[in-house]
């Protein structure tokens, strides 16, 4: 269903976060859209608290580190491409150089 052409568009397989702007579509389920955590009596119950979590674990990581490519590569050098898995994970690892920069 995430990746219907009817529902999303001919680039249904693509990443394209740009599709959700100025969109009214629910996370929580309230829309058939996207049903990442299910909905109704079978939605997860965890939901709210993994929600908090990621947003404070990602606010952090982008306020406490700059984040650069190794090896002076460009973002669009990127290999994107996934291999087929559960989760449709990328085919190669991003590796990315953290550097601190709050001096405490």
């Not at 608290?49 to 490519?69: K, N, P, S, Y």
Request: proline residues 8%; neutral net charge.
């Amino acid at each position: 269903m995430g990746r219907d052409p009817k529902v999303w568009s001919d680039n249904a397989g693509e990443f394209f976060p740009e599709r959700f702007e100025d969109s009214s579509i629910d996370l929580r389920g309230h829309d058939f859209q996207l049903i990442p955590f299910g909905t109704g009596r079978r939605g997860c119950p965890g939901m709210q608290l993994g929600l908090t979590t990621m947003r404070l674990i990602i606010a952090q990581l982008v306020h406490c580190f700059d984040w650069e490519l190794p090896d002076a590569m460009l973002p669009n050098q990127l290999d994107m491409t996934e291999k087929f898995g559960l989760s449709l994970p990328r085919a190669k690892h991003l590796f990315a150089k953290p550097t601190y920069r709050l001096v405490g």
